[in-house]
T-cell receptor, first 114, second 113 residues
Framework: DAGVTQSPTHLIKTRGQQVTLRCSPKSGHDTVSWYQQALGQGPQFIFQYYEEEERQRGNFPDRFSGHQFPNYSSELNVNALLLGDSALYLC?????????????FGPGTRLTVT | GENVEQHPSTLSVQEGDSAVIKCTYSDSASNYFPWYKQELGKRPQLIIDIRSNVGEKKDQRIAVTLNKTAKHFSLHITETQPEDSAVYFCAAGVRTGNTPLVFGKGTRLSVIA
């Protein structure tokens, strides 16, 4: 049973560039949530996708956008990168609309913006 | 929106002792409270969770208690072992509705052999 996977594992970008991160949910899960984890902090909710739609959104600017595909995998896009966007980006999968029960995290993508 | 406070930020215990981490939440509508363990460089792993219709839940050396009236919940680890050393996060959320899971800032637990 495959767990949550993310790619790439590490990424280095320059200010102003754009980045796309990818997530495949745990087998049987249909909901994907994205989090940003700054060093020494807890994960902060970015948004959640279910049935290919953004269902919930945290306090992040429109530079952060996403997509969910029919196979439930998801992408996180960040435009016009800022130094402050440097963080570990985690996706978590769960079951059901608005599902927050039993969220399982992927290994994360470490984004460094220089 | 929901706000989760977690204490202490760091905790050191001797191997075999117990460790307790406490969290408070602000939204009385929250009804789901998971705990995650994150080892250095690894993903957060769900170790135990509790729903608001239960006051206590136990899984081997780990237990979580919930006081809905006071809006606080705690993680208890007994007979700590060096492999329990990690950062622990509490979180709170509402099962249905349009509110996300909100995490505390974490507790770095060090178990000294």
């Amino acid at each position: 049973d495959a767990g949550v996977t993310q790619s790439p594992t590490h990424l280095i970008k320059t200010r102003g560039q754009q980045v796309t991160l990818r997530c495949s949910p745990k087998s049987g899960h249909d909901t994907v949530s994205w989090y940003q984890q700054a060093l020494g902090q807890g994960p902060q909710f970015i948004f959640q996708y279910y049935e290919e739609e953004e269902r919930q959104r945290g306090n992040f600017p429109d530079r952060f956008s996403g997509h969910q595909f029919p196979n439930y995998s998801s992408e996180l896009n960040v435009n016009a990168l800022l130094l402050g966007d440097s963080a570990l980006y985690l996706c978590a999968s769960s079951i059901g609309q608005g599902g927050i029960y039993e969220q399982y995290f992927g290994p994360g993508t470490r984004l460094t913006v220089t | 929106g929901e706000n989760v406070e977690q204490h202490p930020s760091t905790l050191s215990v001797q191997e075999g002792d117990s460790a307790v981490i406490k969290c408070t939440y602000s939204d009385s509508a929250s009804n789901y409270f998971p705990w995650y363990k994150q080892e250095l460089g690894k993903r957060p792993q769900l170790i135990i969770d509790i729903r608001s219709n239960v006051g206590e839940k136990k899984d081997q050396r780990i237990a979580v208690t919930l006081n809905k009236t006071a809006k606080h919940f705690s993680l208890h680890i007994t007979e700590t072992q060096p492999e329990d050393s990690a950062v622990y996060f509490c979180a709170a959320g509402v099962r249905t509705g349009n509110t996300p899971l909100v995490f505390g800032k974490g507790t770095r637990l060090s178990v000294i052999a």
